[in-house]
């Protein structure tokens, strides 16, 4: 019943900025953490950075100081900033949804979206 559905992705210089977004549609469980992952070509799926429903935010090392995630808990969407951009970054960039039980670090739901391409490139 859950659908997450992103947006924003293409294509961007070195050194330029763009905004992905993430729309959820069904009912959410109010105690979860939205994010993004991404993929490139050959390596492993990594997070790039979550937030709590809470608000407290976790960002993989190489994208700190570049990247900045948000969410609108009133539309049930999940941004991400990314600046500076790297060759590096060059990935496929897919949403996530975690929903938790009360005292729970095991999630009861996870949800994916389909993914959005970002290639940095000159």
């Known amino acids: 019943q859950v659908q997450l559905v992103e947006s924003g992705g293409g294509l961007v210089q070195p050194g330029g900025s763009l905004r992905l977004s993430c729309a959820a549609s069904g009912s959410i469980f109010r105690i979860n953490t939205m994010g993004w992952y991404r993929q490139a070509p050959g390596k492993q799926r990594e997070l790039v950075a979550d937030i709590t429903s809470g608000g407290s935010t976790t960002y993989l090392d190489s994208v700190k100081g570049r990247f900045t995630i948000s969410r609108d808990n009133a539309k049930n969407t999940v941004s991400l900033h990314l600046s500076n951009l790297k060759p590096e970054d060059t990935a496929v960039y897919y949403c996530?949804?975690?929903?938790?039980?009360?005292?729970?670090?095991?999630?009861?739901?996870?949800?994916w979206g389909q993914g959005t391409q970002v290639t940095v490139s000159s």
């Open positions: 996530n949804v975690r929903t938790f039980s009360s005292g729970s670090l095991i999630p009861r739901d996870d949800y």
